[in-house]
């Protein structure tokens, strides 16, 4: 984007950014949506929780600078902040409830991240920025060569200086990063990990937009509905097969690998307990960073699912409608044809052209068939003395749902995460395929849940025979609550 002047003047005018950059209570909104939402991640706050957050925010302000400086309530300021000519807040209402929450808008997190560069640093590391600058354009260089020759000659460089560095190390001679190498390279860690955050919620909005679009769209058409269809998923497909649609997905196969998740945790561990970090005294939220980008990721996935949602209840009340005047022309054919009914036309008001001949065959009409009556018995009935066995009666089996998510639970009280497999190796199944299927139907109703398509699990049971049972079905993976 060019830096002119009326392109600056009209960001001036219109973006939300500059509108909070410029605005004159821009250090308590800057200061107060900072604390709240971007140091703890949250993406979305009820009314109630942040009017009350805003209102002890509000009070010490006042005992510091005098009862006149903010002079009006914590529900106003937040209704003003939400307003569209300011657009700092997103107030809306989140499925099933009635109370409106609150969130960021991304051009009120650029303006904090902006605010947080002015702030001096007292390091600022610039060779690990260098080495990924490096890494990216060998990348680039290599994902884009076409010659064969030359990218087996990178690979066979490549495995050379991996050669010499082993013999190197086997030598006892083992290069190590000094602590001002490991605090720039987690520097860089910091800034990326909190651009990547602030990314989703910029792709999130887009989503939304889109969803906004299409709703104005389905109420005011007057068309067609195949051509309504033909330009909402068009627009769909257009922002799924963009740059950033892709990226998006290509982020979240890669983040919902379950051998990824536990490397990154596993290198997050050992990262935070060098001496040179620990120093540095880092958030203990970082821990936690990928299930953050996880969570992030699906309120990105909740907005394309009402979307599609919002698609669905479009065809089903266009149909509806579509009856509905179907039927009204056929009663209103009725009518007329009642109006008409003592009054009929002498002459032929209706000519039919006759578009076949009807030829009735008289060996083609079926010989009558006289009909069967029932002989009823009248018999007198005795009473029984058989002996039935009534076992079958009380052999059914009950599967004990409560009990079932309390293994759930009592297992992600130690971990974070759980595969539906690991948990039903830990408590064997006893009703086999009954309480397989409850476990599956508890984990779909799990507030959290992952589904690994590519991976698979062998779950094992034994019957009352003594037979081993085995059912196969995707790493389904429960995640913690909180």
């Known amino acids: 984007m060019a830096l002119d002047y009326t392109t600056l003047d009209l960001l001036r005018q219109n973006h939300p950014a500059w509108r909070l950059l410029c605005a004159q209570h821009a250090p308590l909104v800057a200061s107060f949506l900072h604390r709240i939402f971007i140091i703890p991640n949250v993406r979305s706050v009820s009314q109630a929780d942040l009017a009350e957050a805003l209102e002890d925010e509000l009070f010490a302000l006042r005992e510091q600078l005098g009862p006149e400086t903010f002079p009006e309530s914590a529900q106003k300021y937040l209704n003003e902040w939400a307003e569209n000519d300011k657009g700092w807040l997103r107030k809306f209402y989140p499925p099933g409830t009635d109370e409106p929450h609150f969130d960021l808008t991304p051009s009120t997190e650029k303006a904090l991240a902006w605010l947080e560069g002015l702030t001096e640093r007292a390091f600022v590391g610039t060779e690990s920025r260098l080495l990924t600058l490096f890494e990216l354009l060998r990348q680039m260089n290599e994902g884009s060569q076409t010659d064969p020759g030359v990218r087996v000659a990178e690979l066979q460089k490549r495995r050379d200086e991996i050669d010499i560095e082993i013999g190197q190390i086997l030598d006892g001679n083992i290069p190590l990063l000094d602590d001002t190498a490991l605090k720039d390279r987690f520097q860089q860690f910091l800034q990326l990990a909190r651009e990547l955050l602030t990314d989703f919620r910029e792709v999130e909005h887009n989503f939304r937009n889109l969803d906004r679009r299409v709703r104005e769209r389905i109420a005011l058409w007057e068309g067609t509905k195949g051509a309504l269809l033909q330009k909402i998923m068009g627009e769909r497909d257009t922002i799924a097969d963009s740059d950033q649609g892709k990226s998006f997905r290509a982020f979240w196969d890669f983040l919902m690998s379950q051998s990824r998740q536990e490397e990154l945790s596993r290198l997050l561990d050992q990262v935070l307990e060098l001496p040179p970090i620990v120093g540095m005294q880092p958030d203990p939220r970082l821990r936690r960073v990928h ?140 009703n086999g395929l009954a309480e397989l299927l409850a476990y599956m139907q508890l984990a779909g109703k799990w507030p959290q849940t992952a589904v690994d398509e590519k991976e698979q699990e062998q779950v094992l049971w034994q019957t009352e025979t003594g037979t081993i049972r085995q059912a196969t079905l995707p790493r389904i993976i429960l995640v913690r609550n909180g």
């Not at 009823?376 to 059914?396: C, H, K, R, V």
């Not at 309390?406 to 992600?412: A, G, P, T």
């Open 291 to 430: 299930y953050d980008w996880l969570e992030a990721g699906e309120h990105t996935q909740r907005t394309v699912a009402r979307l599609s949602e919002q698609l669905r209840r479009f065809l089903d009340d266009q149909a509806w409608l579509e009856n509905r005047r179907i039927m009204d022309i056929l009663h209103g054919v009725e009518a007329h044809a009642l109006a008409l009914r003592e009054d009929s036309p002498a002459e032929a008001f209706m000519p039919l052209a006759a578009t076949s001949a009807s030829m009735d065959l008289p060996m083609e009409r079926p010989l009558y068939s006289p009909s069967i009556k029932a002989l009823i018995t009248d018999l007198a009935l005795d009473d029984g003395d058989a002996e039935i066995d009534t076992t079958a009666l009380y052999a059914q089996v009950v599967v004990d749902k409560a009990e079932l998510a309390r293994n759930l639970s009592q297992e992600l009280q130690e971990r974070n995460q759980i595969s539906l497999g690991e948990v039903i190796s830990r408590h064997p199944l006893r």
